[in-house]
């Protein structure tokens, strides 16, 4: 079975510094990653997502995550961050292969609080 | 523009009251899921359905009930049952049988107790 932890529940840090979010899994199959963001009382949004191919993936807003399959990691990192980034982060597993039918399990989730 | 409508936004249910929370997309997705929120424990599948008329039990299912009469809507009731319901409910939907398609998500429904 899947699963997935993030290893901080919460990391405060301040405006325009550099941040990691950290999030291993263990699957014994092939997996596919996303990074969900959540602002408060809202749903998740959809960060970025690893599928296959290059094993750096970014999103629009200065995200970028690297999968390491060595590793079982899918760290999350943005190089200065903004007031604005302030939210919790879910890290998230599918697996592939043909019985899967798209579940995903979620890590506990990081809260990033970004200080002025 | 598509998306996921959940309702209401925010719930309270009285004793031993039965309780359904809404859940319609226009993404024209199969799949739909329900997940409760607890702070500190992530989200947790109750149920899920990838065709109309079917649906299977997530990690925890104990106290809620769900239907897929049509392929838009999926309802869910949290029963008197479930003792512990205060949380954050969230539905999503995505495309069936695509592990490596994301899960689309609304914006919730908290749900207290009176």
Redesign the interface.
Known sequence: AQSVTQLDSQVPVFEEAPVELRCNYSSSVSVYLFWYVQYPNQGLQLLLKYLSGSTLVESINGFEAEFNKSQTSFHLRKPSVHISDTAEYFCAVSEGGGTSYGKLTFGQGTILTVHP | DGG?T?SP?YLFRKEGQNVTLSCEQNLNHD?MYWYRQDP????R?IY?S?IVNDFQKGDIAEGYSVSREKKESFPLTVTSAQKNPTAFY?C?S???????????????T?LSIL
């Open positions: 996921i959940q936004k799949a500190g424990q992530g989200l599948l899920y990838q969230l999503a995505s495309i069936y049988g695509q592990p490596n398609q994301p899960q689309h998500f609304g914006d919730g908290r």
